[in-house]
């Protein structure tokens, strides 16, 4: 099984700033990443596939990256309603796996 | 439009089963590749199962040894996933998560959720 470490935990920023969160593989996935975003309360919602593929409706503001083991989605400037919880998955190899989630909250 | 409808939620005693319906409307239950995710609370996404459409067969997760069903009514479009022999720490909210079949193995689409309780 693929184990995905998303890193880090907890991304404290303000408004306006840019978020860089991680995503590593604990082995070669290629381009297969996924990005969801999650609110309180609901589904998680599509953001990137494969690795740097917006999703339908996805402001340009997202973005992603990376190949192999390591990627990441940048937010280039945070918005009000992009503070919320971010996970990856891969789509690689069964099982589908996905990482422990980044909170990215107000600071 | 795709919209996924789950039933609603459920309180189970240890031991016991659940099932737990997913509703698609606005595409075919053949157009799309069905999966489940469970999060149990304040804990990250769980993969449990869902269909592979290279090979036509539903794949489970190895946690879920025996105790895991998935099934699909396409004279409803409407999907199933019934967890056996229940225990804590399946409790949990349950999504049915889709994409189309073209491109599988991630999800455009997401149903509501159906939080099961399991407590004596």
């Known amino acids: 099984e693929i184990v995905l470490t998303q890193s880090p935990a907890t991304l404290s920023l303000s ?31 599509l953001l990137v596939y494969d ?3 917006r999703a ?25 309603e992009d503070f919320a ?4 998955q891969q789509r690689s190899n069964w099982p589908l796996t996905f990482g422990g989630g980044t909170r990215v909250e107000i600071k | 439009q795709v919209q996924l409808v789950q039933s609603g939620a459920e309180v189970k005693k240890p031991g016991a089963s659940v099932k737990v319906s997913c509703k698609v409307s606005g595409y075919s239950l053949t157009e799309l590749s069905m999966h489940w995710v469970r999060q149990a609370p304040g804990k990250g996404l769980e993969w449990m199962g869902g269909f592979d459409p290279e090979d036509g067969e539903t794949i489970y997760a190895q946690k879920f040894p025996g105790r ?11 999907t199933y996933m019934e967890l056996n022999s229940l225990r804590s720490d399946d409790t949990a909210v349950y999504y049915c998560a889709a994409g189309p079949v073209t491109s599988w193995g991630f999800f455009d689409y997401w149903g509501q959720g159906t939080l099961v309780t399991v407590s004596s």
Do not use: N
């Not at chain 1, 700033?17 to 998680?44: D, H, M, N």
């Not at chain 1, 919880?85 to 990856?88: D, E, L, P, T």
């Open chain 1, 51 to 53: 690795a740097s593929k």
């Open chain 1, 56 to 80: 339908t409706g996805i402001p340009a503001r997202f973005s992603g990256s990376g190949s192999g083991t390591d990627f990441t989605l940048t937010i280039s400037s945070l918005e009000p």
């Open chain 2, 68 to 78: 895991i069903t998935m099934t699909e009514d396409k004279s409803t479009d409407t």
């Open chain 1, 85 to 88: 919880v971010y996970h990856c």
């Open chain 1, 15 to 45: 408004p306006g700033e840019r978020a860089t969160l991680s995503c590593r593989a604990s082995q070669s996935i290629g381009g297969y990443l996924v990005w969801y975003q999650q609110k309180p309360g609901q589904a998680p919602r």
